[in-house]
């Protein structure tokens, strides 16, 4: 009788023991998923738009300690979105993306910068 209730015990123990160290690392991943997502910082820096070469290029700094991956999404006054997708920007620097695009005078845009943690930065621009 002593032999199955320490038999019992002892599973009982090493299965609570081993689901909590399991529910400890997932906190510890979603804590340091979370604090990368704090420290990201970015901001749209200026925005050029190059008619010749039919390109908007959008300088982004990053001045935070993690480097992100962002996506770029230009809405024109009228007419399609126009993206261009996972675009790295190291830590604590400043990157230059070009967007092919064609776009008239006059043209009203609306920029966003989206980063693959859910932050964003916003920027607007119209074309000369």
Known sequence: MTAVVLATGCSVWFYARSAATVMTDDYVDESMALKEEILERFTVERVFYDSGEGELDVWISNYGTVETTVAIYVTPSEGEV???????????????????????????LSIKVHSLRGNNAYYTYTIP
């Open 82 to 108: 126009v993206s261009d997708l996972d675009n790295l920007v190291g830590a604590e620097s400043l990157n230059v993306v070009g967007v092919p695009c064609t776009f008239p005078s006059g043209t009203a």
